[in-house]
C-alpha cells in the first residue's frame, strides 16, 4: 500500500512540473509574437532612388535586371558572412560601378554638404572619402539582401532599413560588408535586426518582384578577417567563377571552374573561426544557426557532410560547435539550431558524393593585405534580437562527429624512461580571404584563439 501512495503521488509531482513547462513555453511564444516587426522598405533593381546622392541619369552605375528575373541564388536566407564563396556575383561585361566618378563627386568642393553628409553616414571625415573608395569592390547581388541604406534629405543622409534586390549592384568593403548602392551612390551599412521578424513594404515604383520570397532573404555580416579577394560567380556563366581582389573593378580578375569539386576538410578540434576561414579559403561555405554567429573560439566537434566528402564551389558545410565566449568575436549564441543557407547557385545537384578517403585538395588563398587606414566600423553583434533559425538545410543526414584522437600508450614499468605525450593536432588555420580553385601555394596561418570550450553544445 505505501508503495502503491508513493507511486501515486510522484506520477501528480511529474504533471504538475510537465504544466509548468507548457505554460512557460507557451508564455515564451506569446512574448515572440508580441515582438515587434522590423519595417522594411523594398527598393528594386534598376527603380531610381526619389532621394539620391549622386544623379542616376548620369550613369555612375548600372543594375543587372536579368539577375531578377530568375538566374539569381534562390535557398534558405538568413545571416551570411562576408567572404562566403558565391554570395556574390560579377559579369565580364565592363564595369557596373564607376567608382572614379563618385570619388570626384564627393572631393568637388561644390558637392562639400552632401560629402559631409556620406562620410558621416558611414562614420569617416571627409578626407577619408579617397582612401575609403579605393579599398571598395564592385558586384552584384545574388539574394535579395537587407541593409541600412540611406537618403538625402535637407542636407542631411537619413537612414531607413531597406531590401535591395537581387542584381543591384554595390560596392562592399574589405569585410564583404555592403558599402554603397552603385546607381545613386547612396551608403549603405549593415541590417541589425532581426532578419525573421521584417514587414517589407513594397510600393507602386518598388513592386513585388518575381521570386520573392521572405524567408530566402539575407543579411550579411562581417568576414571574420579582412578579406584580399572575392570568390564570385558570373551571373552570366554560373559555371565560370571570378577571383577579384579586393580594391579593384575587374580588369585583374581570374576565372576559375566553379563546377570543379573540393573534398571537406577535417575540421574537428578547430575553432569555429578557424574552421570558418579554411572552409572559406577552400571555396566552400559555412552554414550556421540563424540565432547568429557562434563565438570564434567554439570548438567543432563536427560537419555535415563529414571530412572528405566532394561539393561544388559554394556548397554548404553546416558546423556543429561546442562551448566559446561570447566574447571572443562571434555574436555568443549558443542555442543548437541549424538555417538553411542561401543556394549556390550553381547548376547539378546539391547532394554530396559519398566520403572520398583521400585528402583535400589544396585552395588558392592569398596573403592578407595591408590594413586599412580608415572606414567605418564593422559591427559584428546586431544591436536587436538575432533571426530565429529556419528550415534545416538541405543535406539531412546527421552530422557526422570525427574520432577522438587515439588514446596515448600506456605507461611503461617504473625502471624505464617515461612515456612521451603526443601533442594536441593543430588547430591553426588560414587567415586569407576566400578563393577559387587551387592556385598557388599553400595558405598562411596564425595561433589558434585561445578559449576552453565548455559542455554547452552549439550547432552552426
Known amino acids: 500500500m505505501a508503495l502503491r501512495v ?68 534562390r535557398g534558405g536566407g538568413g545571416l551570411q558572412q562576408g567572404d562566403t564563396p558565391g554570395l556574390y556575383g560579377g559579369s565580364r561585361q565592363p564595369a557596373i560601378c564607376d567608382v572614379v566618378r563618385l570619388k570626384e563627386f564627393l572631393t568637388d568642393p561644390a558637392n562639400e554638404r552632401k560629402a559631409q553628409a556620406w562620410a558621416a553616414a558611414l562614420s569617416l571625415t571627409t578626407d577619408g572619402i579617397p582612401g575609403y573608395l579605393d579599398r571598395l569592390t564592385p558586384v552584384l547581388l545574388r539574394h535579395d539582401t537587407l541593409v541600412r541604406n540611406h537618403d538625402y534629405k535637407k542636407g542631411k543622409a537619413a537612414p531607413f532599413n531597406a ?21 545613386c ?27 520573392y ?58 575553432t569555429f573561426g578557424q574552421a570558418s576561414r579554411r572552409l572559406a579559403d577552400e571555396g566552400l561555405a559555412v552554414g550556421f544557426d540563424g540565432g547568429g554567429l557562434p563565438p570564434d573560439d567554439a570548438r567543432v566537434t563536427a560537419s555535415d557532410p563529414p571530412a572528405g566528402t566532394e561539393l561544388r564551389f559554394g556548397e554548404y558545410v553546416t558546423l556543429s560547435v561546442a562551448g566559446g565566449s561570447s566574447g571572443s568575436g562571434g555574436s555568443g549564441s ?27 585538395s589544396p585552395s588558392a588563398p592569398s596573403s592578407p593585405g595591408p ?12 544591436s536587436s534580437a538575432p533571426p530565429s533559425a529556419s528550415s534545416p538545410p ?42 577559387p580553385p587551387p592556385e598557388s601555394s599553400g595558405p598562411a596561418t596564425t595561433d589558434p584563439v585561445s578559449g576552453t570550450p565548455s559542455a554547452t553544445s552549439t550547432t552552426a
Not at 23 to 39: E, Q
Open 394 to 435: 538541405a543535406s539531412t543526414r546527421t552530422p557526422t562527429t570525427s574520432s577522438p584522437p587515439p588514446p596515448p600508450p600506456p605507461s611503461p614499468p617504473p625502471s624505464s624512461s617515461p612515456a612521451k605525450t603526443t601533442s594536441a593536432p593543430p588547430t591553426s588555420a588560414p587567415v586569407t580571404s576566400s578563393a
Open 163 to 183: 531590401l535591395l534586390q537581387s542584381g543591384i549592384a554595390i560596392l562592399v568593403d574589405e569585410q564583404g560588408l555592403p558599402a554603397v548602392k552603385c546607381s
Open 6 to 73: 508513493f507511486v501515486h503521488r510522484s506520477g501528480k509531482t511529474a504533471i504538475r512540473r510537465i504544466a509548468v513547462l507548457l505554460v512557460l513555453v507557451l508564455a515564451l511564444s506569446g512574448c515572440d509574437r508580441d515582438a515587434p516587426l522590423f519595417m522594411v522598405k523594398a527598393v528594386a533593381a534598376g527603380v531610381p532612388s526619389l532621394a539620391p546622392f549622386f544623379d542616376e541619369s548620369q550613369g555612375l552605375g548600372r543594375d543587372d535586371t536579368r539577375v531578377s528575373a530568375g538566374s539569381a541564388a
Open 334 to 360: 549558443s542555442d543548437g539550431s541549424t538555417s538553411t543557407p542561401p543556394g549556390s547557385g550553381t547548376p547539378g545537384s546539391g547532394t554530396p558524393t559519398s566520403p572520398s578517403p583521400s585528402t583535400p
Open 371 to 382: 590594413g586599412a587606414t580608415s572606414g567605418p566600423p564593422s559591427p559584428s553583434t546586431p
Open 213 to 270: 520570397e521572405k524567408a530566402s532573404v539575407v543579411a550579411v555580416r562581417p568576414a571574420p578577417r579582412k578579406v584580399e579577394r572575392l570568390a564570385l560567380v558570373d551571373v552570366d556563366e554560373p559555371d565560370r567563377g571570378i577571383s577579384r581582389p579586393v580594391g579593384t573593378t575587374g580588369e585583374d580578375d581570374t576565372a576559375f571552374d566553379t563546377r570543379e569539386r573540393r573534398a571537406v576538410p577535417d575540421l574537428a578540434g578547430a
Open 185 to 211: 551612390g547612396n551608403p549603405l551599412r549593415p541590417f541589425e535586426g532581426d532578419t525573421t521578424r521584417i514587414d517589407v513594404e513594397f510600393d507602386d515604383r518598388n513592386e513585388e518582384w518575381k521570386g
